[in-house]
């Protein structure tokens, strides 16, 4: 039998307290590798791994692609990327890795001298393309509608292996 989903809406990871807890409290209820967190597409469970990349990589992919300009002023700009409410809070940092594979993935690398934020905290950001590459503002592949951050974090679900 597959993956079934038992919580929606899990919403944020948060820092790592808050996983811990949250993830002793699933192996506790479910069992110690019975969980796993993920996203259903297209009516299918799929692991938060693989919407990493079907999911979280392709819409930056399909930025960059529908806006070349600001990855080309990222590269000019930047010599290096950071998440300042992931430092700040101890919170999963997915989008610079993302940027940095997407990078690297089509042998790129950053020319700049500057360390650029990649999103905000407290209202604060190194430069304007930090907040247009926030996921706040980054659009999900094949939803316009929708922001990265918002799917990411309203789709997010909890499912447990049922043999």
């Known amino acids: 039998m597959p993956w079934k989903v038992v919580e929606r809406r899990i919403g944020r990871a948060g820092g790592v307290k808050e996983r811990t807890a949250r993830q002793r409290e699933w192996n506790k209820k479910y069992g110690d590798g019975s969980w796993a967190i993920g996203y259903i597409i297209d009516g299918d469970f799929i692991l938060q791994e693989d919407a990493l990349e079907t999911i979280y990589y392709k819409s930056y992919e399909e930025h960059f692609a529908n806006h070349s300009e600001d990855l080309e002023e990222l590269i000019q700009l930047a010599k290096e990327l950071r998440n300042p409410h992931s430092e700040a809070t101890t919170g999963v940092d997915l989008q610079v890795a993302t940027i940095t594979e997407y990078l690297k993935r089509n042998n790129l690398s950053l020319q700049g001298k500057e360390r650029v934020d990649i999103g905000s905290w407290n209202g604060q950001a190194s430069h304007p393309i930090s907040i247009r590459l926030s ?18 974090q309203d789709r997010k679900c909890l499912a447990i292996w049922e043999d």
Do not use: A, Q
């Not at 996921?135 to 990411?152: A, M, N, R, S, Y």
């Open 135 to 152: 996921p706040l503002h980054i659009k999900v592949t094949g939803d316009p509608k929708t922001t990265l951050e918002k799917f990411w």
